[in-house]
């Protein structure tokens, strides 16, 4: 494989959805950094948005109560991978099992996905971005250059998701990971607005059994061939 592309030649729009767990963060995080690309965590958006409607003690089931305070919320994502909200850090915060557990719920309005795709397709405006979710390719991107679709096993992602949580020291049980990740793969394809779903022109890479180089060199090769 060639090298990666320098900053100074053509800058494109790389599209990677997938499940919960899947590898997305950490796999699009490293071809960002390989092409000297900005990286967009649209899935640290939702969560932002989780944290604060937790934080406000807003009803989050009420879908107009949600979508006014996201319009007031301003989120940040800077280029070490750090999340704001309102000047405020909270990249820590968003990735607690409380915001997790409400994130699918938020994330399933179709006002806030509305607004959510917007500010999303903005960012992206002049390309040299890598930016994950589970619409990206379908909705918030279709144009993009490069479509990938990762994917991996139930066992092998809450696997992944279990050893994260050791290694950060919080609390972990790897059976209920396994329902949880069910549970949101079932939200996560099953909603209205925008549910998880391949694109017709996405690659599809199962990264069950293989390492992030292998999966962040597929993707590399992928982007060497737009020409």
Do not use: C, W
Not at 79 to 91: A, G, L, P
């Amino acid at each position: 494989m060639k090298g990666a592309f320098s900053v100074t030649e053509k800058k494109i729009a790389i599209a990677i959805d997938g499940p919960a767990a899947a590898g997305k963060s950490t796999v699009a995080k490293k071809v960002a950094e390989k092409l000297h690309y900005v990286y967009i965590d649209t899935g640290a958006m939702y969560r932002s948005l989780t944290y604060k409607v937790l934080q406000d003690n807003i009803d989050m089931k009420d879908e107009n109560a949600v979508l006014n305070l996201l319009k007031k919320t301003n989120i940040l994502l800077d280029q070490h991978f750090d999340v704001y909200v309102n000047n405020e850090k909270i990249t820590a915060e968003i990735r607690t099992s409380d915001v997790t557990d409400h994130v699918s719920l938020i994330a399933s309005y179709p006002s806030v996905r509305e607004e959510m795709v917007t500010r999303q397709q903005k960012l992206a405006t002049d390309r040299g971005v890598v930016m994950d979710g589970r619409d990206i390719g379908t909705r918030v991107l279709p144009d993009a250059e490069v479509k990938v679709f990762l994917i991996a096993s139930v066992e092998e992602r809450a696997k992944r998701r279990h050893e994260e949580n050791v290694t950060k020291h919080l609390p972990s049980n790897f059976e209920q990971i396994k329902l949880d990740i069910e549970k949101r793969d079932r939200m996560d394809t099953e909603r209205t607005a925008s549910p998880l779903k391949k694109a017709d022109d996405a690659i599809e890479i199962d990264t069950t059994s293989l390492s992030i180089e292998d999966v962040v060199n597929k993707i590399l090769s992928l982007v060497q061939e737009v020409e």
